[in-house]
């Protein structure tokens, strides 16, 4: 039985020595986020327990990048790690003599972490910037890399073999080249790839519509130790979805939901149309308060740099031609910046 040890050091070749040197010792590594401030950074440790005790066979304590509320320490084992690494190789069908990994996300994250860790499984070489630098992505000769949506703007991404796009607002018209993943810090990254369960990974539908995920890649339990698998072992995702013909399809997560006028209107099916508007950076859709409608269906808009406002009837009609009209915004809201988490999805909660 070992501890779990504070891995707090920005990505690069000492981040990898430092965790080969606390899984030999036994101990679990908890990645510390470099961009928190120290208040922040001190609570987080107290909070995860540093230096208490873990289980053997843990390997991971993962702050989750939490769209609302305080961060859970999700306990990943070597062995869910190992599974995770294997299937998505698998996927892409990985030639150690022939790839090359990028990692630029913050590995704090499973989605940053996630490359290094797949990477070191079959010893595919792996290079590793401290976060994510257009400038650095671009020179980079690696093959394969994990990126967020907010970024395929900002660099050049069609001479990568092939690229994993996780996070939210996953762009229709996203690269040839880019796979559209699902999944959870608790799951140990995406394992739903373009609605498809990688090997190893069950996808199945509650009564309620929630998405449930079972998988050799599953957590353990929360650092405070809660285990949120059912008696059978699936995780409730708290995520609501539906299955056609075997392909997942993710409408958003269950607070999300807009009830309009007694119509239920889900979020991302209308944003997917929204960010199709050439001014339009990202958008989140959320219900205010309306004494007539209940929740009046608001599009909070984030703009490229020259755009000015899009009309709002404008909006309405894009969205009417594929949705039912209760879906469309019935009003807009201008904002610098989407608040977002550390990998790119926007906190509705925020907003």
Sequence with gaps: MGNLVALDRSGGAEFLRA??????NGDA????????????????????????SVESGDALVLATSGTTGAPKGVVLTHAALDAHADAVNEFLSVEPAADRWLACLP??????????LRARRNRTPVEVLPG?????????????????????????????RHILLGGSAIPRDRPANSTATYGLTETGGG??????????????IDPDAQIELRSPTLLRCYRDGRNPLTSDGWLPTGDIGSITRGVLRVAGRSGDM?????????????????????????????????????????????????ATAPDLEALRAMVKEQLPAF?????????????????????????
């Excluded at 965790?19 to 030999?24: E, F, G, S, V």
């Excluded at 590594?29 to 208490?52: H, I, K, N």
């Excluded at 650095?136 to 069609?158: E, K």
């Design 191 to 204: 394992v739903v790839y373009d609605g498809l369960p990688l090997p190893g990974v069950e996808v199945r």
């Design 29 to 52: 590594a908890l990645p510390v986020d470099q961009r928190l401030p120290a208040q922040a950074r001190s609570a987080l440790l107290t909070q995860m327990r540093v230096g208490e």
């Design 132 to 160: 994510f630098d257009a400038a650095a992505v671009a020179a980079s000769d690696s093959t394969l890399v994990s990126l967020v949506p907010t970024v395929l703007d900002r660099v050049d991404v069609s001479r990568f």
């Design 327 to 351: 879906c469309a915004p019935k009003a807009i809201e201008i904002v610098p910046v989407l608040p977002r988490t550390a990998l790119g999805k926007i906190k509705r909660a925020a907003l």
């Design 258 to 306: 807009i009830i309009t006028g007694g119509e239920n209107v889900w979020p991302t099916p209308v944003e997917e149309i929204l960010v199709r508007h050439p001014g339009i950076l990202a958008a989140a859709v959320v219900g205010r308060p309306s004494a007539e409608w209940g929740q009046q269906v608001t599009a909070v808009l984030e703009l490229r740099d020259t």
């Design 19 to 24: 965790l080969d040197r606390i899984w030999a």
């Design 107 to 116: 590995l704090a994250h499973i989605g940053g972490l996630g490359v290094v």
